[in-house]
């Protein structure tokens, strides 16, 4: 299963999802869905590759980082390839 990693990288450099949700400037619910892996009405099925990008920048990973399957190993977020800027 494919799930995004939004909140054990954020709190991984002390911001909560508030934090999050106002620098990426993005709807409150769709972050919620992010940060806790929930679609509407089940998993999460579907991400808005534009939001994962502003999340990233935020959090100063590659977008690839955030997302994650039940069968990667545990690797640090930025092992290989280098964080985005802000613009």
């Known amino acids: 299963m494919v799930r995004i990693r939004l ?3 954020a709190e ?4 909560n ?6 620098a990426a400037a993005l709807d409150m619910g769709m972050v919620r869905r992010y940060w806790y892996n ?3 009405k ?4 579907d991400v808005n590759l534009v939001a994962l990008g502003k999340l990233a920048t935020v959090l100063g990973v590659h977008p690839s980082d955030l997302i994650t399957t039940e069968d990667d190993e545990e690797q640090p ?3 290989g390839r280098p964080a985005l800027k802000a613009a």
Do not use: C, D, H, Y
Request: aromatic residues 0%; charged residues 35%; hydrophobic residues 25%.
């Open 42 to 45: 089940g998993p999460l099925n």
């Open 17 to 22: 999802i508030s934090q999050v949700q106002r």
């Open 77 to 79: 977020a930025t092992e």
């Open 7 to 9: 909140k054990e990288l």
């Open 38 to 40: 929930e679609g509407r």
């Open 12 to 15: 991984e450099r002390g911001m």
